[in-house]
Structures are given as C-alpha cells and as structure tokens.
C-alpha cells in the first residue's frame, strides 16, 4: 500500500496542477482575444507598426488575390457531421504570403469549384491568430503534389516546407468576407472553466488515496 501511494499520489498532484496551469494560460489566450478583437480592425501598413503580441487576435484588413495552393484539412467534426477546413494562400498588395483558414465545408457538400478563387483582386476581413498546429496526425505525412492537397495535420514548418516564405500567423476568415465558408475556428479548444474541472477531479482522486492510505495505515488488523 505504501509502495502504491507513493508512486500514484505525486502523479495525481501533478496532473492536477498542470491543469489548473493550462487553465490559467487558457485564461490568458481568452482575454488577450477578447480584448483584441474588441478593438478597430486594421490595414497591412498598421500590421507592420505593431508587436506580435499587439496582432494576435486583432481584426485586419487585407487586399490581394488568393493563390491556387489549398491545403484541405481532414476529419473536422463540426455540429456531429465529417468535413474539412480549408486553408488557402493569399498574396498581399505588399507582397506579404498568408494563409487564410475560409471555415469549414461538410464532405457530402464539398465542392472543387468553390475552392478555387478567381485570381482577381479583393480584400479579405479576419481575425489574426497564432500558427499554432491545425488538426492531428498520429501518422508520418505522405507528401504529395499538385494542389489542393489533403492533410490530416497542418503547421508552420509544413507550411513553410510547401509554400516558401508565409507569415507566422494564419487569418480566421470572418464569415462576411469573399470565399468564406462555415467558421469555426476559436481561440481555444477547451475552455478554462473544463482544465480547472478536470484538475478538481484530479486532486479529488488525490484526497481520496491519501485517506484510504491513512485508514489502511491505522486500522486494525
């Protein structure tokens, strides 16, 4: 017994405190995106004047012509129905490469014809956001050619192997905008409020070990 409760309880101390820690940094993303997105959208020139942490999560204003590179982003549940998301490259009047996320498409409804966007020039609303890792493959990627391709994962370092230089931010299409489809990017997975549920959880497993441990150490034979 004494063998069990000191392997188990430091593990279930700390997994309950890297909760309550992603819980706080989820906090922080939440009310840094709030903030942000609360205040006036922005044009290119005023990106260039501004510190990344500034940027993340504010409102922007771009003008250019989408690219014909597309990477279609596997098994994206959205309202229990199988789609993708779709990200696609957009050249800027500054000669500045992004990758624009334009929502999601059920796979029943997916149509090629809306991928492609007539190359002309247009200006696109949305919310800056971190290239953080999109979707999850436990897989090695095969790499593949022609365009779009489809991916079960997608980062900065594929992107960047793919597209050559492309800023380290990913506009989240607003739903207004020219070759929109269904938005569902958020800031976070998982909320604050479900990390700091699951560390109670945690530690209530912790509690619980400690007394059985001291109703084990003092009962009698």
Not at 12 to 20: D, K
Not at 33 to 56: G, T
Not at 115 to 134: A, D, N, V, Y
Not at 168 to 186: N, R
Request: charged content about 20%.
């Amino acid at each position: 017994m004494t063998a069990f409760f000191v392997f188990f309880f430091p593990i279930l101390i700390f997994l309950g405190s890297w909760q309550v820690s992603r819980g706080m940094e989820k906090t922080k993303i939440v009310s840094q995106h709030n903030l942000n997105k609360s205040l006036p959208a922005i044009d290119e020139v005023q990106i260039q004047n501004l510190q990344d942490q500034e940027l993340m999560y504010r409102t922007v204003n771009l003008e250019g012509t989408f690219g014909e590179q597309s990477y279609i982003l596997d098994n994206r549940l959205y309202r229990q129905e199988a789609g993708y998301e779709v990200f696609t490259l957009f050249e800027t009047s500054l000669n500045e490469t992004y990758l624009v996320n334009r929502g999601w498409l059920s796979k029943e409804k997916i149509d090629m014809n809306k991928i492609f966007q007539e190359k002309k020039k247009l200006t696109l609303q949305g919310t800056l956001s971190p290239f953080r890792k999109f979707g999850l493959s436990l897989d090695e990627e095969i790499v593949q050619t022609g365009w779009p391709k489809y991916v079960q994962q997608l980062d900065y370092e594929i992107a960047s192997r793919d597209l050559g230089r492309v800023q380290d931010e990913v506009l989240q299409l607003s739903a207004a905008s020219v070759g929109s489809f269904e938005p569902i990017w958020k800031p976070v997975e998982l909320q604050p409020s479900r990390h700091y549920g699951y560390a109670v959880q945690w530690f209530g497993l912790a509690l619980v070990l400690f007394a059985s441990y001291l109703y084990y150490g003092y009962r009698k034979d």
